[in-house]
């Protein structure tokens, strides 16, 4: 098996001029072990480096290199019917791999996401991606296969995600149930591990960009962090902090580097509190269509955060009060401590990790049936209110007439009164009348019940003509803003 050797130079400059169609393609060879590569190894793209063969590199071992052909015929052309969504970097299409397209690379469905060449990331940001996916592995983090770079082409296959984002579960997947209390902090525990990770590895990371929407779930809601562009080195040696250019999405960075650009693990933690509180609040970090104290969603949930008896008012309403309480004021408190302004004050996120894994075994779920109201059964109670019924005549119970029936009694008792009292008979007439309207309009009163109870939809709706519509609820959202 020949093996293609691809030189660092060739990996950030070679990638510019095109890869040739005859050249061999690449194979999957043997994982070693290597120090991470990190960024600082090398600076601006067509900077020589001391790595000659990739393909014995952490990053070389791990990826498949596609050629754009190859990646046309994976999503049907970028097919509009393979279309899933559209970040920062550019669109994103699905796609499927079979066993003829590459060897050594299992039948799978994957990712395509397409770098836009007019977006707000570049070439550094792919780079970036590859450098860090292609050496960081773990159950919480999204798997990279491979890329493909071509002339100004940039692309990048990752393993697809079933259940897409947690920004879609949580916000615009309007036909589906909410998401239960124990998948939100199945969630919240795996993306929290995933970051935890990247804070302690032997070269510590700083994702930088932790949002909803970077958070992906596989079918059976593990929770996965994606898109690296952004994501940094943390500091080395006696640095404290690294300073770079603020940038990130509106609403999810931490106060001191928007104010400073001192970015350092704790800004994660920060970005991660308020994804906390989206979880448990399903409101969205930024909202312009709510009223101006709501907008920001982690000012308006701070004063409720650390008092247990007002956590209850910053609940998902959609959870309809299914979820632990406990765990609940055991997550708000956390996420309190994670939107701490001072970022001394906030803890790890081993710390956190720890305390999620707490919250899992909390079972003080409350547990019931859904219930349909139907009408009274016709052996229920009198009230106390309710008048006395009229007296039982031979046939049995005497139910209220009608009107007509009313004036039909009312001529035959006349046809039998003598000609002087007609005048006496239709004043009580008529007070028996006002009686009976006012007997029938009494609010115990109520009429022999026909209803038989009911059990399902049809049945209610061939009873009522009408159908039974839930009430709609707002998933609208202000749309998130990239911002330098």
């Keep these: 098996m020949t093996k293609e050797k691809v030189s660092w130079k060739y990996l950030i400059t070679g990638c510019y001029k095109g890869r040739s169609q005859s050249e061999p393609k690449k194979r999957m060879t043997k994982t070693v072990s290597f120090p991470r590569i990190s960024m600082s190894d090398f600076s601006l793209p067509g900077t020589p480096l001391n790595f000659e063969d990739i393909s014995n590199s952490p990053i070389g071992s791990n990826l498949h290199i596609f050629t754009l052909a190859e990646l046309r015929t994976i999503t049907q052309n970028f097919s509009q019917n393979n279309f899933l969504g559209e970040g920062g970097f550019g669109p994103v299409h699905k796609g499927f791999i079979d066993e003829r397209m590459k060897l050594g690379l299992q039948p799978q469905r994957v990712a395509v996401k397409l770098l836009d060449l007019d977006g707000l990331q570049g070439h550094r940001e792919w780079l970036t991606e590859v450098i860090f996916l292609g050496q960081l592995m773990h159950p919480n983090l999204v798997k990279l296969i491979g890329y493909c770079c071509e002339d100004e082409n940039r692309l990048l296959v990752y393993e697809y995600m079933v259940r897409g984002s947690l920004e879609n579960q949580l916000f615009r997947n309007r036909y589906c149930a909410s998401l239960p209390w124990a ?83 704790m800004s994660d933690v920060y970005s991660f509190g308020v994804v906390l509180l989206e979880i448990l609040t399903g409101r969205r970090s930024m909202d312009k269509s709510r009223p101006v104290r709501e907008q920001n969603l982690t000012e308006w949930a701070r004063p409720y955060l650390n008092d247990p008896r007002k956590v209850d008012r910053l609940m998902d309403p959609r959870l309809d009060g299914q979820y632990s309480i406990k765990g609940a004021q055991k997550a708000a408190q956390l996420a309190y401590t994670c939107l701490k302004d001072n970022p001394k004050s906030r803890p790890t996120m081993s710390a956190v990790v720890k305390i ?20 009274p059964s016709p052996t229920r109670e009198k009230p106390e209110n309710e008048p006395e019924k009229k007296k039982e005549n031979k046939e049995g119970t005497r139910t209220p007439k009608l009107d007509d029936d009313d004036g039909d009694e009312g001529k035959n008792n006349n ?12 004043d009580e007439g008529k007070k028996d009348k006002s009686n009976h309207h006012k ?46």
Excluded at 201 to 222: C, G, M, Q, W
Excluded at 415 to 426: A, I, L
Excluded at 464 to 473: A, V
């Design 183 to 265: 998948t939100r902090m199945k969630i919240a525990l795996g993306a929290a591990e995933g970051l935890a990770f990247l804070h302690e590895a032997e070269k510590p990371v700083i994702y930088r960009d932790f949002k909803a929407s970077n958070i992906l779930l596989d079918s059976d809601y593990t929770a996965k962090l994606s898109d690296f562009g952004l994501a940094k080195d943390g500091p080395e040696g006696d640095n404290t902090h690294v300073s770079t250019r603020v940038m990130g999405t509106q609403g999810y960075a931490a106060p001191e580097y928007v104010m400073t650009g001192h970015l350092t693990a």
């Design 439 to 484: 007997r029938r309009r009494s609010p115990g009163h109520r009429h022999k019940s026909t209803i038989s109870p009911v059990h399902s939809d049809t049945s209610l709706y061939k009873y009522f003509n009408n159908g039974l519509n839930s009430p709609k609820r707002n998933h609208g959202g202000a749309k998130e803003e990239i911002f330098k």
């Design 356 to 375: 999620l894994e707490k919250v899992q075994g909390f079972d003080d779920i409350p547990v019931g049936p859904f219930v349909y109201t139907v009408s």
């Design 415 to 426: 046809k039998k009164k003598k000609e002087g009292d007609e005048d006496v008979e239709d």
